[in-house]
């Protein structure tokens, strides 16, 4: 790995820890040669602690390292992308991430769906809200839903009109969703599930 440590005239070069599952970016910090070096062959982060003049071991003293996953370099060689499996929060504050963020894992649109989902069956306003009345009538309904939602993505499967199918198989996702969670469970557990089949 040819990186160019002397651009900065400081023989430093910033290095973005991002956690290999969630892809959160968890911190920065800066390493120079002796640091990178080290990091490779310890397979735990080092970095070249700019206010303390020497290397540091994220984790020294709190028992927090990261591990080290894969190393990238950048286009220009000159800034580290280090994906690890951190041990413990990352921040010497205490919080997941230097940004005081929960380093867990976000599929997007999904995600806050699911947190939308499980907001609106909290309140609980049934008169109001679809996901709160059919939550409220038990899991055997919710069931009942996502059978009839699927049978609905077969027919129209087997049709032309892709507008139906992709509508209809947004109503079964969503219905999914919600006996999920009427289970105590987010879709992150069946993905989980299918990791381990993947092994």
């Known amino acids: 790995m040819n990186i160019d440590f002397n651009k900065n005239n400081d023989g430093l070069v910033p290095a973005i820890i991002q956690d290999s599952n969630t892809k959160n970016v968890l911190m920065l910090g800066y390493m120079n040669e002796d640091a990178f070096n080290t990091t490779e062959k310890t397979k735990k982060v080092t970095f070249y602690s700019r206010t303390k003049q020497r290397l540091w071991m994220k984790g020294e003293e709190s028992g927090n390292v990261l591990h080290v996953v894969d190393i990238q370099l950048d286009c220009d060689n000159d800034t ?14 205490g919080s997941d991430t ?14 806050n769906l699911e947190k ?28 009942q ?8 993505v077969v ?18 996702l969503f219905h999914y969703l919600l006996l999920l969670q009427a289970k105590g469970f987010k879709i992150d557990d069946v993905v989980t599930v299918l990791k381990e089949r993947e092994k």
């Open 98 to 111: 230097c940004w005081n963020t929960k380093n867990e894992v976000h599929y997007g649109f999904i995600s």
């Open 116 to 143: 939308t989902i499980e907001a609106r069956i909290k309140v609980g306003n049934t008169e109001k809200s679809y996901v709160a009345s059919l939550f409220e009538k038990g899991i055997n309904k919710v069931a």
């Open 145 to 152: 839903k996502v059978g009839e939602e699927a049978i609905e």
């Open 155 to 172: 027919i129209e499967a087997k049709d032309n009109n892709d507008v139906l199918f992709l509508s209809e198989s947004a109503d079964l």
């Open 80 to 93: 580290l992308l280090i994906l690890v499996k951190p041990e413990g929060p990352t921040c010497h504050k």
